[in-house]
């Protein structure tokens, strides 16, 4: 069964403190994996983009890695800021199939001050 | 460049009514979609577009109706809005006409449904 499991479901951390967000996958065949950051009554933007052949990718403070062996991803926030508070949602895709992504539930991060 | 422009924000229904979510893109994206967010549940597919005149199904797509006339409208519709039916509903776009996330979606800022 294609899955995209997120872990934790929720973070609270205090700012200038950095976190990892975990992402694990049974999508296959695997496409590329998407890190999106929504903000509370927003929708959700595009931070990064994993391939298969990609091991590490940085947007700034966000570095997300990917290990397509062991079907993980994760995102590491360096620096965190009050403004980083936000779900962040993985998404993967399925390689074969028309229209067909795979969306986590998200991780809600807190960032207090 | 507006991007991905949904209306309305919001909107409070009764029961049996009908309503039409409205999307419109204006970076010609072939791909189109609409999904529903509900708490502590993951964004759920509910129809998709991948060019003028063809739509089809997602993963929860009973009760609600697209068309795709243009390649830059995608209307939802809802037949005869249900208390099930509540939820924050998000209008994407793609470059991607396979909608494949080669593409990178580009999300409206969500229209927030209430049906009592």
């Known amino acids: 069964k294609n899955q995209v499991e997120q872990s934790p479901q929720s973070l609270i951390i205090l700012e200038g403190k950095n976190c990892t967000l975990q992402c694990n996958y049974t999508v296959s065949p695997f496409s590329n994996l998407r890190w999106y950051k929504q903000d509370t009554g927003r929708g959700p933007v595009s931070l990064t983009i994993?391939?298969?052949?990609?091991n590490t990718k940085s947007n700034g403070r966000y570095t997300a890695t990917l290990d397509a062996d062991t079907k993980q991803s994760s995102l590491h926030i360096t620096a965190s800021q009050l403004s980083d508070s936000a779900s962040y949602i993985c998404?993967?895709?399925?390689?074969?199939?028309?229209?067909?992504?795979?969306f986590g539930r998200g991780t809600q991060l807190t960032v207090w001050p | 460049n507006a991007g991905v422009t949904q209306t309305p924000k919001f909107q409070v229904l009764k029961t049996g009514q009908s309503m039409t979510l409205q999307c419109a893109q204006d970076m010609n994206h072939e791909y189109m979609s609409w999904y529903r967010q509900d708490p502590g549940m993951g964004l759920r597919l509910i129809h998709y577009s991948v060019g003028a005149g063809i739509t089809d199904q997602g993963e929860v797509p009973n009760g609600y109706n697209v068309s795709r006339s243009t390649t830059e409208d995608f209307p939802l519709r809802l037949l005869s809005a249900a208390p099930s039916q509540t939820s924050v509903y998000f209008c994407a776009s793609s470059y991607s006409g396979s909608g494949q996330g080669d593409g990178e979606l580009f999300f409206g800022e969500g229209s927030r449904l209430t049906v009592l």
């Open positions: 998404v993967v895709t399925r390689g074969s199939t028309l229209g067909r992504l795979y």
């Open positions: 994993m391939t298969f052949s990609e």
